[in-house]
Every structure is written in C-alpha cells, then in structure tokens.
Nanobody, 127 residues
Framework: QVQLAESGGGPVQTGGSLLLTCAAS????????MGWFRQAPGEKREGVAI????????NYAPSVKGRFTISKDKNKNILYLQMNSLKPEDTAVYFC????????????????????WGQGTQVTVSS
C-alpha cells in the first residue's frame, strides 16, 4: 500500500522560499509519475509540477515555471518541491501524488489520473 506524507509547508512572506518534501513508502510500481498539486479554498485542484520516475523529465504549470523546481531522490523515495519567489496566489494546500504509469501529456492537468495521494501541507504566502 502506497503511503505519501508531505511536510515543509507553513507561512512565508511574498518573495520568500519553502522546500516541500514528500516521503513515499510502499511504492511497488515499476514505472510511475510523481507530482505536486495544489488546491486553494473554493478553487479546483491544479497541477503544479510532475516528474517521471525513470526519465526524470519534468513539466511545470506556467504559473510556477522558473520559480519552482521539482526533484526526487529515488533511493530514498523522497519527492521535493523547491518554491522560490513565492506570491500570495501560491497560497494553497499542496499535495504530492503518484500515477502508476509514465508521465503523459495529461499528467499535469488531469489530477484524477493519480491514484495515490498524501494528506497535504498548507502553504500561506502573505503580502
């Protein structure tokens, strides 16, 4: 059974940085896609960044490209999201998730393709 646990969220001022961490256990898929998603109150869940388990290819939402970096330590089964130059509109609950397949063209936008989810960590950016 896959278990995902996010950490690293919290309050930060505009322009600040945070490093989110997702510890994964029980991942038995041979190939998979890992991603960070976020959801603000009253908003739809949206993809932030994804990374392929084998190719390490990444993809980012336009709103975070150049500011956020997704990476992973496959040996430790840890997923990271380095967030820089944070803005108030980045305020949301951030989730990590796994799709039991290679990252595809729909992986960033179609959150329902991901079957394993963490509980989320709150990020609050104040102006």
């Amino acid at each position: 059974q896959v278990q995902l646990a996010e950490s690293g969220g919290g309050p930060v001022q505009t322009g600040g940085s945070l490093l989110l961490t997702c510890a994964a256990s029980g991942v038995g898929y041979r190939r998979y896609c890992m991603g960070w998603f976020r959801q603000a109150p009253g908003e739809k869940r949206e993809g932030v960044a994804i990374i392929d388990s084998e190719s390490d290819l990444t993809n980012y939402a336009p709103s975070v490209k150049g500011r956020f970096t997704i990476s992973k330590d496959k040996n430790k089964n840890i997923l990271y999201l380095q967030m820089n130059s944070l803005k108030p509109e980045d305020t949301a609950v951030y989730f990590c998730a796994i799709e039991s397949d290679d990252c595809g063209t729909g992986s960033l936008t179609d959150w329902y393709l991901f079957q394993d989810w963490g509980q989320g960590t709150q990020v609050t950016v104040s102006s």
